[in-house]
């Protein structure tokens, strides 16, 4: 680089240094300056603040005006709630929970909505039902768990648009002490309506109690009653429902009557008609839950069955509307027990007065042999023999033995009657053609040698109301409920030998009961060798008729109670040895003849029953339109 090069480099450089110190501000330019940017960053400092100030006062309005809001939606809320609960507005709002009571029979839960019992499971029972491969599964047994269940009373409060408040509505305060819980909704002031449920050791029955305090200006003056809406949906609980469905009904007790129920198969309705009620049970095949009027009884209730479909979750929908008395006194209370629990005779009979009638044994005299007679021997049975099929076989013994008498002259008439088959042939050869004539003379040979053709049938006749009641006696009585004999696991069920693949129709199902078999074939035995001396010439239908009915009552009873037909084959087995014993060991036949011989030959008073005369006369008529008929046939062929 040349001398001329560096020179002219170091004027620039010179230059611009001259021109950088005479355009720097001066000391109080920079001053200056300096005030301007603090006024600056303080008024961007107070815009900002005042930003803040502007947010918070905002925000705080907005609070504001949400507090007013929700306090004025508050305000339309209770005003709502006041307009249609009135005083108890309050009870009208709450969170539902359940409560758990129990003691060594069952256990219970409670609701704090509407105060009532929610489910009730038995611990001493179960429920049996099959699966879709038709395996039996065992659960617990519940009873009022349905939530389609209603318990609640209806209190009328004047000014409302419904007339009143339902508690099922409200949320109730609770308080538990022991075996006892309380339900309390208030209606403020110290007014209150409240339920108290109290459970007992070893027992089924729960003492229940309801209370008004200080409701006599709040509920509607005109008021004298209280009414309770008690609504029940009966749970499916036993393997053959079908038969549960006809043996489930509301059940009813007026006041110094007999009790009376709904029908059991079909929809019905029962109005007390102002009569006085001691208690109504909502009952199953084998359970039930009844309320049970105490100190005084219900002033009335109406009573509602609705059948449900087959195909339903539900057996049937029980409806009761009670009418508690109400006196408007400032502390009053109404006390009840409500029972829940098994069909057991001795327990119901404890509980209340007639409450065992529930128990569906059958009316007039078909109930009264089965709860006076037949129950308590199989009750005294029991307490000595574990087994129910061998209580079974003991009980018709006793019953053969004690129906022996008639028995014996069943078969003794039937003798008399054999006896003289060989005379009855002779003549009805002789009358083969002349029907009416066969019969006019049967008559008179059975009076020549002092027969009674009926003298075989009475008998049968006098021990029908024993069978009659022992066919409700089974499927009703809760000792056979899952007890098991033999191949049958439930004796209050029909007995499963053999399943088929496929369903019959008209009530026979897809099983095959070999009880009911050995039923049949031992009916059709009996048949055979009690009738083989008899004469059926007169009415030979009558004698295919005993074969067939056999085989048509298979359909019956091969899906009814096995117990029944336990019993009906060791009744037959006992028949086919009475039958055998007695007319080849205790019967002479040879004496029979000599009787027969020795009547035939005895002067007779020619005496005749009206019955016989008005039977003569009507077999004489017969036989005189036999003859015009005869007539008229004749002259038409020679015509």
Same mark, same amino acid.
């Given at each position: 680089?040349?001398?001329?090069?560096?020179?002219?480099?170091?004027?620039?450089?010179?230059?611009?240094?001259?021109?950088?110190?005479?355009?720097?501000?001066?000391?109080?330019?920079?001053?200056?300056?300096?005030?301007?940017?603090?006024?600056?960053?303080?008024?961007?400092?107070?815009?900002?603040?005042?930003?803040?100030?502007?947010?918070?006062?905002?925000?705080?309005?907005?609070?504001?005006?949400?507090?007013?809001?929700?306090?004025?939606?508050?305000?339309?809320?209770?005003?709502?709630?006041?307009?249609?609960?009135?005083?108890?507005?309050?009870?009208?709002?709450?969170?539902?929970?359940?409560?758990?009571?129990?003691?060594?029979?069952?256990?219970?839960?409670?609701?704090?909505?509407?105060?009532?019992?929610?489910?009730?499971?038995?611990?001493?029972?179960?429920?049996?039902?099959?699966?879709?491969?038709?395996?039996?599964?065992?659960?617990?047994?519940?009873?009022?768990?349905?939530?389609?269940?209603?318990?609640?009373?209806?209190?009328?409060?004047?000014?409302?648009?419904?007339?009143?408040?339902?508690?099922?509505?409200?949320?109730?305060?609770?308080?538990?002490?022991?075996?006892?819980?309380?339900?309390?909704?208030?209606?403020?002031?110290?007014?209150?309506?409240?339920?108290?449920?109290?459970?007992?050791?070893?027992?089924?029955?729960?003492?229940?109690?309801?209370?008004?305090?200080?409701?006599?200006?709040?509920?509607?003056?005109?008021?004298?009653?209280?009414?309770?809406?008690?609504?029940?949906?009966?749970?499916?609980?036993?393997?053959?429902?079908?038969?549960?469905?006809?043996?489930?009904?509301?059940?009813?007790?007026?006041?110094?009557?007999?009790?009376?129920?709904?029908?059991?198969?079909?929809?019905?309705?029962?109005?007390?008609?102002?009569?006085?009620?001691?208690?109504?049970?909502?009952?199953?095949?084998?359970?039930?839950?009844?309320?049970?009027?105490?100190?005084?009884?219900?002033?009335?209730?109406?009573?509602?069955?609705?059948?449900?479909?087959?195909?339903?979750?539900?057996?049937?929908?029980?409806?009761?509307?009670?009418?508690?008395?109400?006196?408007?006194?400032?502390?009053?209370?109404?006390?009840?027990?409500?029972?829940?629990?098994?069909?057991?005779?001795?327990?119901?009979?404890?509980?209340?007065?007639?409450?065992?009638?529930?128990?569906?044994?059958?009316?007039?005299?078909?109930?009264?042999?089965?709860?006076?007679?037949?129950?308590?021997?199989?009750?005294?049975?029991?307490?000595?023999?574990?087994?129910?099929?061998?209580?079974?076989?003991?009980?018709?013994?006793?019953?053969?033995?004690?129906?022996?008498?008639?028995?014996?002259?069943?078969?003794?008439?039937?003798?008399?009657?054999?006896?003289?088959?060989?005379?009855?042939?002779?003549?009805?050869?002789?009358?083969?053609?002349?029907?009416?004539?066969?019969?006019?003379?049967?008559?008179?040979?059975?009076?020549?040698?002092?027969?009674?053709?009926?003298?075989?049938?009475?008998?049968?006749?006098?021990?029908?109301?024993?069978?009659?009641?022992?066919?409700?006696?089974?499927?009703?009585?809760?000792?056979?409920?899952?007890?098991?004999?033999?191949?049958?696991?439930?004796?209050?069920?029909?007995?499963?030998?053999?399943?088929?693949?496929?369903?019959?129709?008209?009530? %026979?199902?897809?099983?095959?009961? @070999? %009880?009911?078999?050995?039923?049949?074939?031992?009916?059709?035995?009996?048949?055979?060798?009690?009738?083989?001396?008899?004469?059926?010439?007169?009415?030979?239908?009558?004698?295919?008729?005993?074969?067939?009915?056999?085989?048509?009552?298979?359909?019956?009873?091969?899906?009814?109670?096995?117990?029944?037909?336990?019993?009906?084959?060791?009744?037959?087995?006992?028949?086919?040895?009475?039958?055998?014993?007695?007319?080849?060991?205790?019967?002479?036949?040879?004496?029979?003849?000599?009787?027969?011989?020795?009547?035939?030959?005895?002067?007779?008073?020619?005496?005749?029953?009206?019955?016989?005369?008005? @039977?003569?006369?009507?077999?004489?008529?017969?036989?005189?339109?036999?003859?015009?008929?005869?007539?008229?046939?004749?002259?038409?062929?020679?015509?």
């Amino acid at each position: 680089m040349d001398r001329n090069t560096v020179t002219g480099l170091l004027l620039i450089f010179g230059l611009f240094m001259l021109l950088q110190y005479m355009n720097s501000p001066s000391q109080e330019q920079i001053e200056e300056q300096r005030r301007i940017q603090d006024s600056i960053a303080r008024a961007d400092f107070m815009q900002d603040s005042l930003a803040k100030i502007q947010a918070q006062n905002l925000a705080a309005e907005a609070n504001d005006v949400q507090e007013s809001l929700d306090i004025a939606s508050d305000s339309l809320k209770q005003s709502r709630l006041t307009s249609e609960f009135g005083p108890f507005a309050l009870a009208a709002t709450g969170k539902e929970k359940d409560i758990l009571l129990e003691n060594d029979v069952f256990r219970i839960i409670f609701s704090n909505k509407g105060g009532r019992i929610k489910e009730v499971e038995l611990k001493e029972y179960y429920k049996i039902y099959e699966d879709e491969e038709k395996n039996e599964v065992k659960t617990s047994l519940k009873l009022l768990e349905d939530s389609k269940n209603e318990f609640g009373y209806f209190l009328p409060i004047a000014n409302l648009p419904s007339g009143g408040i339902n508690t099922d509505d409200l949320y109730f305060e609770s308080s538990s002490s022991g075996q006892s819980i309380s339900f309390k909704a208030s209606a403020g002031e110290g007014r209150y309506f409240e339920q108290i449920y109290t459970l007992k050791e070893g027992s089924y029955v729960i003492d229940y109690k309801v209370k008004f305090n200080g409701l006599q200006n709040v509920l509607s003056g005109n008021a004298d009653h209280i009414n309770l809406k008690w609504v029940n949906f009966l749970d499916k609980l036993e393997k053959n429902d079908t038969y549960e469905r006809n043996y489930s009904s509301i059940y009813y007790k007026p006041l110094g009557d007999e009790p009376g129920h709904c029908s059991c198969t079909s929809n019905d309705t029962e109005d007390a008609d102002n009569q006085r009620i001691n208690w109504v049970s909502h009952s199953n095949q084998f359970f039930n839950s009844s309320l049970i009027a105490k100190e005084e009884p219900f002033q009335s209730a109406k009573m509602e069955t609705l059948m449900l479909d087959a195909e339903e979750e539900n057996l049937k929908e029980l409806k009761t509307n009670f009418l508690l008395p109400y006196g408007r006194a400032n502390e009053e209370s109404f006390s009840m027990d409500f029972y829940i629990g098994p069909n057991d005779f001795e327990a119901l009979a404890s509980t209340a007065e007639d409450l065992e009638y529930i128990i569906p044994f059958g009316w007039s005299i078909f109930g009264t042999i089965n709860r006076w007679i037949i129950r308590p021997i199989f009750s005294f049975l029991s307490t000595y023999i574990g087994s129910a099929g061998i209580v079974i076989l003991v009980l018709t013994f006793i019953v053969k033995l004690v129906l022996y008498p008639l028995t014996y002259k069943m078969l003794h008439s039937q003798s008399k009657m054999g006896a003289l088959k060989p005379q009855l042939e002779n003549m009805r050869g002789k009358f083969k053609d002349d029907q009416q004539k066969q019969q006019m003379e049967t008559m008179k040979l059975y009076r020549e040698f002092g027969v009674n053709p009926l003298g075989g049938c009475m008998p049968m006749v006098l021990q029908m109301p024993i069978w009659f009641a022992l066919y409700r006696f089974f499927p009703a009585s809760i000792e056979f409920r899952q007890a098991s004999f033999l191949w049958a696991t439930d004796l209050s069920s029909y007995d499963v030998f053999f399943r088929l693949p496929f369903e019959i129709p008209f009530g %026979f199902g897809s099983h095959i009961s @070999l %009880f009911t078999i050995l039923w049949a074939t031992t009916t059709l035995i009996y048949t055979f060798y009690n009738t083989k001396h008899m004469d059926f010439s007169a009415n030979p239908a009558m004698k295919y008729m005993q074969y067939i009915m056999p085989i048509f009552f298979v359909g019956f009873f091969n899906s009814f109670a096995s117990g029944l037909t336990c019993y009906l084959l060791f009744s037959n087995l006992f028949n086919i040895t009475q039958t055998i014993v007695t007319k080849n060991y205790i019967i002479d036949q040879e004496k029979i003849k000599r009787e027969l011989e020795e009547y035939r030959k005895k002067p007779k008073e020619e005496k005749t029953s009206k019955f016989q005369q008005r @039977l003569q006369q009507a077999m004489e008529e017969q036989q005189k339109v036999q003859a015009q008929r005869e007539a008229q046939k004749k002259k038409k062929k020679r015509k």
